[in-house]
């Protein structure tokens, strides 16, 4: 059984580092602890996540329904033989992940079956459910079970998860109006996107940003280098995005480079060991 977990989780990170560079470069700076559990969190929201937004020939309605039920059925079993969930399912209920916050995720990923303009309250329950829940699912793994530091810091956790969300609406949506149809941002035509709209969406990141920073500070010390990392990189690409103009942003998908990746790793790092984060 052991061989069996082990092989899972490395899916679990094979799937991480094929998917997000950004976001296994902060895995790998965790204190080791903290590494399996967030991989397999991860694995977990990656593949719901390519159910709604890429398997275009497939019924993705049925798909995430078989997901959702395969998903509760490895909890409650405690193994699945698909090496995503079982790693998954090994961190819910090692660290008490509420059901309820998977629960909210999978429903965020039903929306986008569902919806293509979101209007204020359904673009609230969307981030909570996609974004801030799983800066939750995280944060219990931090906390390893410390129920007060948890309620401390899980305003915080969301959001960060926030932040990195709306983040990702401004610097793919081009394609999630191209190639999926959809705007999140309430209220926002894509074909007339202003100025004004930019920057009202661009303030609305920053407080979750500074709010986020607070948090950051105060995790425990083997994740806070690796949430911050994942901050510095997210932030940059907030910088870039606002130096940019609205029309770029309809047009082209901003990134960081990956020498500026280094860069912050380095300094990230550095900030770290002087405790100075």
Known sequence: MKLFDEVCVE?????????STSFSMGIRVFEEKYRNPIYAIYGFVRFAD??????????????????RKDTFQSIEEGISLNPVLHSFQSVVRKYNIEDGLIEAFLKS???????????????????????????????????????????????YAKSLGAAFQKINFLRDMRSDFDDRGRVYFPGIDFSKFTEEEKDQIEVDIKK??????????????????????????????????????????????????????????????????????
Do not use: W
Request: aromatic residues 12%; charged residues 30%; glycine residues 4%.
């Open 50 to 67: 390519e159910i709604v937004d890429t398997f275009h020939d497939h019924d993705k309605r049925e798909l995430l329904n078989r997901f």
């Open 109 to 155: 990923m039903e929306m986008d079956l569902e919806h293509h303009d979101y209007e204020q309250s359904l673009y609230e329950q969307y981030i909570y459910g996609s974004a801030e829940v799983v800066g939750l699912m995280c944060l219990r793994v931090f906390c390893e079970g410390n129920a007060a530091q948890y309620d401390e810091l899980k305003d």
């Open 11 to 19: 899916c679990s990170a094979h799937i991480t580092k094929r998917y």
């Open 208 to 277: 979750d940003f500074d709010h986020a920073y607070i948090g950051i500070q105060n995790l425990p010390k083997g994740a806070r280098l690796g949430v911050y990392l994942a901050y510095k990189y997210y932030l940059n690409l907030y910088k870039k995005i606002k130096k940019s103009s609205a029309e770029r942003v309809q047009s082209e998908r901003i990134r960081v480079r990956d020498s500026k990746k280094v860069y912050l790793l380095f300094s990230s790092t550095v900030r770290n060991r002087l405790n100075i984060l």
